[in-house]
């Protein structure tokens, strides 16, 4: 999938949240939007819908790891996530996820 700066992209760079993002999917020719999970209170799948773009959020697995303590801490960032596991671990637990 090609990364592009959402800056570079020929849209009104006024619009804000949902309204910027339907641009872009729009001007860009996409037919789903994938949003973090955090993501479900900010944008409205009937909206999406009605501008014939599908939307779904990436819905992550509990995963658990050697830390420094004894006591597992959830939640952490990815650099937590890579400091302690080796890179064919953490590309097994990148894909610990769901389309939801």
């Known amino acids: 999938t090609p990364i592009v700066v959402s800056s570079t992209v020929a849209i009104d760079h006024g619009l804000k949240s949902e309204h910027k993002v339907l641009a872009l999917c729009k001007a860009l020719g ?12 900010l944008y409205s799948g009937p ?7 599908e939307l779904k959020f990436i819905q992550s697995r509990p995963i658990a790891y050697r830390q420094y303590g004894n006591t597992f801490v959830p939640g952490l960032s990815i650099v937590d996530v890579m400091m302690f596991n080796s890179k064919d ?3 097994v637990m990148l894909g610990e996820c769901d389309l939801v």
Do not use: H, L, S
Request: glycine share 14%; aromatic share 14%.
């Open 89 to 91: 671990a953490v590309r």
């Open 30 to 41: 996409a037919t789903r939007y994938v949003n973090f999970i955090g993501g479900r209170e």
């Open 47 to 53: 909206a999406f819908a009605a501008q014939g773009v």
